[in-house]
């Protein structure tokens, strides 16, 4: 490929300022105005915008009232607590270690994501990813192995969260069971990571509060307790909608009626159960119920590629 420059009059043009002649120069005059221009990960500005986006993914989740409301709280918290350690008073020490109770689906995994992000942009955690993990990820079968598990589970999630599913599970055995070991390694590394991981316990809410009673350890060290409610049917439908629209899918009046019609019947056989994770399941599999009945279609439209019709929807086999 050539490219072909012509001068108005066969004149070049003219330069009225002359190029910076050594590398410093370039610098001062050209590089430093674009660098100011260009994004600053330290800029508070910035973070500031971070901030809001992820407050945004919060407030877009259905329903959750009183766990929007504690986040938002935890973020103007940590915000004072550091204005007033730069004014040299007195502040809390920012102990953030947090009990998540609520039945699966309930929406535990994904606030903590998002807790995770906002405790980075607020500058409390380096990397503020989520690593979630279980029991069988943190005890052994032999002696010395629980503790190894845990320490490698441990340093995955520094500089973020460390989030246990079903922790009282690693109560479950009583005291010779490797479990207890597992809670020992998690506390001290609690103490040794303070300023730099943060562990939320995940479960039921009845047996979380046995197993945070039961352990006068623990009790002290996670003074943040935070329940996720089932949610309703309408939360339900929304939730389902709002998944749909993200994937670029929407569903038609009449589906809209079948939809709802369907998880009624659904919850009167089985309340709640599974919560959005089994709206997650429905959403997928009415996707490829849309697939199968367009693929035997010759050229759907850009209309009926993204309509879920009541054709889509069913509950056989859920
Ligand atoms: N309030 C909500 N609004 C929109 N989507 C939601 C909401 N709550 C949960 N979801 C979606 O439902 C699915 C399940 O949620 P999540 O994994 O956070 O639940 P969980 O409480 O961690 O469940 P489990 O205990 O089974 O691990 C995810 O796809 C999530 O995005
Ligand atoms: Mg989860």
Redesign the pocket.
């Known amino acids: 490929m050539s490219i072909k420059i012509t001068f108005r009059n066969n004149l070049p043009p003219i330069i009225r300022r002359s190029l910076p002649s050594t590398e410093n120069e370039y610098f001062k005059n050209i590089a430093k105005p674009l660098q100011k221009r260009g994004k600053n990960v330290h800029n508070p500005e910035n973070n500031k915008e971070k901030i809001e986006d992820i407050l945004k993914e919060l407030n877009?989740?259905?329903?959750?009232s009183k766990v929007k409301k504690f986040v938002q709280e935890l973020e103007a918290f940590v915000e004072i607590q550091k204005k007033r350690e730069k004014e040299n008073l007195i502040n809390d020490p920012l102990v953030l270690h947090m009990v998540?109770s609520?039945?699966?689906?309930?929406?535990?995994?994904?606030?903590?994501r998002i807790v995770g992000k906002l405790f980075k942009e607020l500058g409390v955690l380096q990397k503020g990813h989520v690593i979630e993990c279980e029991r069988a990820d943190l005890v052994g079968e032999y002696i010395g192995h629980t503790a190894n598990k845990t320490r490698d589970m441990i340093n995955k999630a520094l500089g973020g969260v460390l989030f246990i599913?079903e922790a009282y599970s690693l109560a479950r055995g009583g005291e010779k069971d490797f479990g207890k070991e597992a809670v020992d390694v998690l506390v001290k590394a609690m103490e040794d990571h303070k300023s730099n991981l943060i562990l939320i316990l995940?479960g039921y809410r009845i047996e979380m509060e046995h197993f945070i009673q039961t352990n006068p350890g623990l009790r002290s060290r996670f003074p943040l307790h935070i329940n996720?409610p089932d949610?309703t049917a309408d939360?339900l439908i929304?939730?389902g909608e709002?998944?749909l629209l993200k994937k670029q899918y929407t569903l038609t009046p009449p589906a809209k009626i079948a939809f709802r019609n369907m998880l009624q019947n659904m919850n009167l056989v089985h309340p709640y159960s599974?919560?959005?994770?089994m709206?997650?399941n429905i959403v997928e599999k009415t996707i490829r119920k849309q697939a199968v009945r367009l693929y035997r279609q010759t050229d759907p439209t850009r209309e009926d590629l993204i309509s879920i019709t009541e054709l889509d929807l069913t509950n056989d086999d859920l």
């Open positions: 877009e989740m259905i329903g959750l998540f609520g039945n699966p689906g309930s929406g535990k995994t994904t606030v903590a599913d995940a996720f949610y939360e929304q939730i709002l998944m599974g919560n959005a994770r709206i997650r």
